[in-house]
């Protein structure tokens, strides 16, 4: 039995999904992205879409899908100048009006069947604060390259989000999440302080805190469609901004620590000398590069003579 079938929902008392969308210089995709919210059939839900300062026609491309489209959903529509990523999700968060918020992407699009599947998983776990899907990975003019964001684009062991360690552990170590494929109540972000403002990439530091207090879910379904463009910020090769984005995860790395007990504490320390290897192979610096794969390994080490992890997770890892 899958999650879809095991809830009976009744359209009547359905809980109002809002469809967050930060926008920002993606006219070519912005409108493919508001269809798949219209084209889904889960039929209590809103469109909330700022657009951040965009340069290109993205403002001109919204308002003529408003013109079409706004007497079929309510669509609130803001636009204001450039503030970042982690200041526009909590500009969207503010202005939703549903139980339960969907994190989605101007650029890429929800894929049928996803919100509903969202909404029963968190009706059939009122504690889990939010939940995370999977994701095709398609091209710039929507080519399928991927069947699993998760697996085929970055690797991961999808039996790690099976549990709740494992999912702390997947979170900290193999962060594999594809694209804007999660569901979150609304008034989960009271404790976990919403976005951190002022942060490039935001997403790792909000799920390490959902992990952190067992609050996060996963469905193996495919929620959204993830798209690789030209443009896509967290994958850029130029060196000097892939170091600025390391060193801001090591930050948060830092940062979060605190918030995990062990072995998980002792995982997430080990993480930011991952990092810092990163940084240092960028840099060709080969001292720090050296001691910082000797302070991983001695902390791997550290975490499981100390508090080794069930069987199962060493299996599967």
Request: glycine fraction near 6%; charge should be positive; aromatic fraction near 8%.
């Amino acid at each position: 039995m899958t999650v879809a079938d095991a809830l009976p929902m009744r359209a009547q008392n359905l809980p109002l999904v809002s469809v967050l969308i930060p926008a920002f210089n993606h006219g070519r995709f912005v409108q493919r992205c508001l269809d798949s919210v219209l084209e889904d059939l889960y039929p209590a839900k809103e469109i909330i879409i700022i657009d951040d300062g965009s340069t290109d026609d993205t403002h001109e491309r919204i308002v003529e899908w408003i013109a079409r489209h706004g007497d079929k959903l309510r669509v609130e529509y803001a636009r204001h100048a450039n503030k970042g990523i982690a200041s526009t999700m909590n500009e969207l968060a503010a202005r939703a009006h549903g139980e339960f918020l969907r994190l989605g992407a101007s650029d890429d699009y929800l894929l049928p069947g996803g919100l509903e599947a969202q909404v029963r998983y968190l009706l059939m776990h009122p504690f889990k604060k939010a939940v995370v899907g999977d994701s095709i990975v398609v091209d710039g003019n929507g080519l399928i390259l991927h069947g699993s964001g998760m697996h085929d684009l970055h690797g991961a062991n999808k039996k790690l989000y099976r549990s709740d360690e494992g999912i702390r552990r997947a979170v900290i170590s193999q962060w594999a999440i594809g694209g804007p494929v999660a569901m979150v109540r609304k008034s989960a972000l009271d404790t976990v302080d919403r976005w951190t403002e002022g942060l490039r990439i935001d997403d790792w530091d909000f799920f390490l805190r959902l992990a952190a207090c067992d609050g996060l879910g996963f469905i193996d379904v495919s929620v959204c469609a993830y798209r690789l463009h030209d443009n896509n910020f967290s994958r850029t090769t130029h060196r000097d901004t892939r170091v600025i984005n390391l060193r801001e995860s090591r930050h948060v790395a830092m940062r979060r620590t605190h918030l995990f007990e062990e072995p998980y504490r002792t995982l997430l320390k080990a993480q930011v000398h991952v990092i810092g290897a990163k940084i240092a192979f960028l840099q060709r610096r080969l001292t720090p590069l050296a001691f910082h794969i000797v302070m991983y390994l001695l902390l791997i080490a550290f975490s499981k003579l100390r508090f080794p992890m069930p069987h199962s997770l060493v299996k599967e890892a």
